[in-house]
Structure formats: structure tokens, C-alpha cells
């Protein structure tokens, strides 16, 4: 059983999912700094939100961690480089809450609009100020977005339905692409010069920290609106306080802060400014399904299959084609890597078919995470594999060709002395092995196998046989397979347990036998 660490509160569904696997969820919330490092220690898991800081010495002190999972998007409050050199995958769950936080953006928008905050609070203390609070309609208004990715689109589309005019700003998105929706792409000071509100959507990181400072507001249209409910610290407060006390903003609307949570800011005493405490994801339904979403991806981590939502992997996104071969791949690297009995310094994995013509990173991965998985002293994921490639000087070599002679798809591995090739087949997509050492074959991969090389002559079938099954050991599936030259033979065979180290001494030492190497697939 292993152990699921959760220090914040996550929807009782998430929870609920983690426990019926059987694993051993540990809550313990509010816990301090040292208490964090104290019950991190012997824990598989650990599940947060925004409020605990998964620092170095915390990944350090977790002698057992396997994954971090962050219930929301951003995870600037883990560090993740120590995370990935340990080994340690990060995951999120960045679709949970995008729907909330598009609304909120849109809330913020039409507060900020029509004071609607500051209207409210004259009411109830009394005053009737409808001259004071006049606003301003969104309708044939330009709306500029910072960062045109899932929350981006989605405030464009509901901004579209307002009437706005919509220019944006994401060197990642393809004119084509921002067309369809009907936002115009300019350049980042284009956006700011044209835009009467301004809204934030991209990730923090060291090069958007301050992007909204002193020297981006100078060229903002008097009056403009500044909206951010993406992470805080992108947005320079104490600049934008200054612009608006000096006329060029007309007002903002916060949902996040540089430093949180945040109490006091010299934007809270400005009449046109509306802030929230960072209630983006907020709601019933973004918790319920950041819950459920970050409990299925510690699953999926903790059982070291492919997770679509880490965040360091050089490779995550799978398209639907190229997911159903992940464990296909895998298994070729730990069938490469018995018949090497190690890795060679050069691999190369060649991609042929309809298959080449897709994103194959995160195949590769897989490759590398069976090649070192069988012999590792630690546990090998998508996220250190490349790391111990590196470290034991194994170059990995893709290349990729269209045209497959025998096969819709094909992958090969090939480096050293040996090689391994492999495909799905039919239409329920099964593995199947096709190729070891040039050797024609069709077998499916099987928890534990044999490879041995004969000479080609009669008998070969019946000896083989015959010591396996004095020894109790039987065979599953069977492929013969014979090399291109003819010389020697080769059988595949999968069998129902692991073949004892004396019966590999008999087989090799039988008259006709060149080779005889056991593979386990675990």
C-alpha cells in the first residue's frame, strides 16, 4: 500500500478515488514547515493547492516520493527543478478550473466596468452616488489578451458575445488559429497601445514576472482597464498604482498578488481598482473536478504509466494516435535492454509510417524509461529517464520515415549488437514484437520471454521443448523467426514464469544453441 499525502483541502471525490485504489490517504492540513517535513517522509504522493510551499528541502527530506500533485494550475510553489533532478514527477490539473476562471476574468471585467464593488459599498454605508460611480459599456470596446491559450480563448469567445473587438498577444499561437476565433495578433505594445481593457493570461515564469511594469504602461491608451486573474507577480503593483494615480490606467480588477494571501497593497486605497482574493478557481465545480483530476494523474504516476497533465516531461501531450503505442515502446526498451544485457552509447529509434508524421517525444521517453527500468537502483519515470540517458552517456537517435514496407506503423530500436522492432496489430491494436536481430518474427510481448538463436536444421523446436518442459516451464506463444542470410535460426517464446538460471545453462550448452537470453517484462 503505498502513501498519499494530502496537505490541502481537495474535493472529497478526489479523495474517495485515491482510497478505492487502496491506497492510504493521509490528510493532515495546516501543517507547518517542519511538520511538513516530517510527514513527507515515507509518502509516495503529496497532493496541494496553492498554500504549501514544496521546497527543495522538502523534496529532500521525501526519501519515497514518486509524484506531487497540485490541484489547479499554477505551480510556482513547487519547486520543480529539484523535483525533476530527483526523479520526482509534477503533475496538475490544468483543464479543472479554466471555466471558472474565463467567468471570473469576466465578473472582474464588468465589475471593474460598471463599479459595481464600489456602488455596492456607498449603498449599504448610506450614500447615493449614481454620478459618482457612472461607467462605462463593454460593447465596441477593444479587449486585449495577454496570452491566447485555454482561459484566453475562452474570455475571447465570451467577451465576442459582449461585442468587443478582440486583439491579442502570443508569439505561441498561429494567426490561422487566432482567426478562427476572431482575435487580430499584434505585438505585445501594439496590444497595450490599442486596448481599452487589458486582460492576463500566461503562466509565471522568470520572463513574465513584471511583463505588465513601468515601461509597458507608459504606452498604454488613456484610460485603459487592466484585468488579472492569472498569477500574481506579472502584473507590477506598485507600477500600475502609479499609473493610475497618474491618469494613464483608468482602474484594474485583481484576482491574484506578488505576495499572497495579501492584506495590504498600495492599490487597495484606489477608488477604481476592484480586487478579489484570488477566487478564480472558486467555485463548486473547478474543486470538484481539480479534486478528481489531480487524484487520477497520482494514480496513473504512482502506477508509472503515461500521465497526459506532468509538467516536467520533456513530452506530454499524446495525441490519440500516438498513445496507444506507450506501452508497446516501453516494452521494446526492456526487451533491447536484456538482449544487450545493458544499453549501448548510441540507440536509435526509428518511427516509420502513419506514425512518423506525429509528435513521437514522449515514445522516446518511453523507450528510455523501459531500457533503464529493468536495472536502475531508482525508480525511473518519464521524467528521469532522459536524466540517467545522460548521466550513463546513452545517445538516443530518432529519425522518422513515412514509408513502411510491411506495417501501417513500425518502431525499431537498434544499437550495439542487437535490434527490436515492434507494432499493433488489428483492430484492437495489440502489441506485437516483429523483429528481434533482423529476424522476421510476430509474437506478443509477454511478462516473461526467451530469445534463443539456433542453427537451422530439424530438431531445434523439439530440443527446446523438451528441456523447458522437464524443467516445468510452459511455453505461451511461440514465433520462429530466420535471419536474412539463413545462417541461424531464431525462437521468441513467452512463457508462464521466469526460466530458472540452470535450465538457461542447459540450453546454451545444448549442441545447436548459439544463444539463450531470458527477458522479463516487469
Not at 550448452?509 to 548459439?514: L, P, R, Y
Amino acid at each position: 500500500m503505498t502513501r498519499v499525502l494530502v496537505t490541502e483541502e481537495i474535493a472529497e471525490r478526489g479523495l474517495g478515488v485515491l482510497r478505492d485504489a487502496g491506497h492510504e490517504v493521509d490528510v493532515r492540513l495546516g501543517l507547518a514547515p517542519d511538520g511538513l517535513l516530517a510527514a513527507v517522509r515515507g509518502a509516495h504522493a503529496l497532493i496541494v493547492r496553492s498554500a504549501t510551499k514544496v521546497t527543495a528541502d522538502v523534496l529532500e527530506a521525501a526519501d519515497e516520493l514518486v509524484v506531487v500533485g497540485r490541484a489547479g494550475i499554477g505551480v510556482d510553489n513547487i519547486d520543480v527543478a529539484t523535483a525533476t533532478r530527483r526523479g520526482v514527477m509534477v503533475v496538475n490539473a490544468p483543464q479543472s478550473n479554466i471555466l471558472s476562471n474565463a467567468e471570473h476574468t469576466m465578473a472582474l471585467l464588468l465589475a471593474q466596468a460598471r463599479n459595481v464593488p464600489q456602488a455596492h459599498a456607498a449603498l449599504t454605508g448610506g450614500s447615493w452616488e449614481r454620478s459618482r460611480w457612472e461607467g462605462v459599456e463593454l460593447h465596441g470596446k477593444t479587449l486585449g489578451i495577454i496570452g491566447l491559450g485555454r482561459v484566453g480563448t475562452l474570455v475571447a469567445q465570451r467577451a465576442s458575445a459582449f461585442g468587443m473587438r478582440l486583439v491579442a498577444y502570443d508569439p505561441y499561437v498561429a494567426p490561422e488559429r487566432a482567426r478562427q476565433i476572431g482575435v487580430d495578433l499584434l505585438g505585445l505594445e501594439d496590444v497595450v497601445r490599442t486596448a481599452d481593457f487589458l486582460s492576463i493570461h500566461v503562466t509565471k515564469t522568470p520572463e513574465t514576472v513584471g511583463l505588465v511594469g513601468d515601461d509597458l504602461l507608459k504606452l498604454a491608451k488613456p484610460g485603459l482597464r487592466i484585468v488579472n486573474t492569472a498569477r500574481g507577480g506579472i502584473v507590477d503593483e506598485d507600477a500600475l498604482a502609479r499609473a493610475i494615480r497618474d491618469g494613464v490606467v483608468g482602474g484594474a480588477g485583481l484576482d491574484v498578488f506578488a505576495e499572497e494571501p495579501c492584506t495590504s497593497s498600495p492599490l487597495f486605497d484606489l477608488d477604481s481598482v476592484v480586487v478579489t482574493p484570488h477566487l478564480g478557481a472558486s467555485t463548486r465545480e473547478a474543486q470538484d473536478k481539480a479534486g478528481a483530476t489531480i487524484a487520477e494523474q497520482v494514480l496513473l504516476a504512482l502506477s508509472g504509466e503515461f500521465v497526459p497533465f506532468a509538467v516536467n516531461v520533456a513530452a506530454t501531450e499524446a495525441s490519440e494516435t500516438v498513445r496507444p503505442f506507450l506501452p508497446l515502446t516501453e516494452r521494446l526498451g526492456r526487451v533491447f535492454a536484456a538482449l544487450n544485457h545493458g544499453v549501448p552509447h548510441v540507440l536509435e529509434v526509428e518511427y516509420q509510417g502513419g506514425l512518423a508524421d506525429y509528435d513521437t517525444r514522449i515514445l522516446s521517453l518511453a523507450v528510455l524509461k523501459g531500457l533503464f527500468g529493468a536495472a536502475s537502483e531508482e525508480p525511473v519515470s518519464y521524467v528521469n529517464a532522459p536524466q540517467l540517458a545522460a548521466e550513463r552517456g546513452v545517445e538516443l537517435r530518432e529519425t522518422k520515415t513515412s514509408v513502411a514496407q510491411d506495417y501501417v506503423n513500425l518502431v525499431s530500436l537498434r544499437g550495439g549488437d542487437h535490434a527490436v522492432a515492434g507494432t499493433l496489430a488489428g483492430l484492437r491494436g495489440e502489441p506485437r514484437i516483429v523483429m528481434v536481430d533482423e529476424h522476421t518474427v510476430d509474437v506478443p510481448p509477454a511478462r516473461h520471454m526467451l530469445v534463443i538463436r539456433n542453427d537451422d536444421r530439424p530438431g531445434m523446436i523439439g530440443l527446446v521443448g523438451g528441456v523447458l518442459g522437464r524443467a516445468g516451464v510452459n511455453i505461451a506463444n511461440m514465433a520462429l523467426g530466420q535471419s536474412p542470410t539463413g545462417e541461424a535460426a531464431l525462437m521468441v517464446l513467452a512463457v508462464d514464469e521466469p526460466v530458472p538460471a540452470e535450465v538457461l545453462d542447459t540450453l546454451r550448452n545444448s549442441d545447436g544453441i548459439v544463444d539463450a537470453n531470458a527477458l522479463s517484462l516487469d
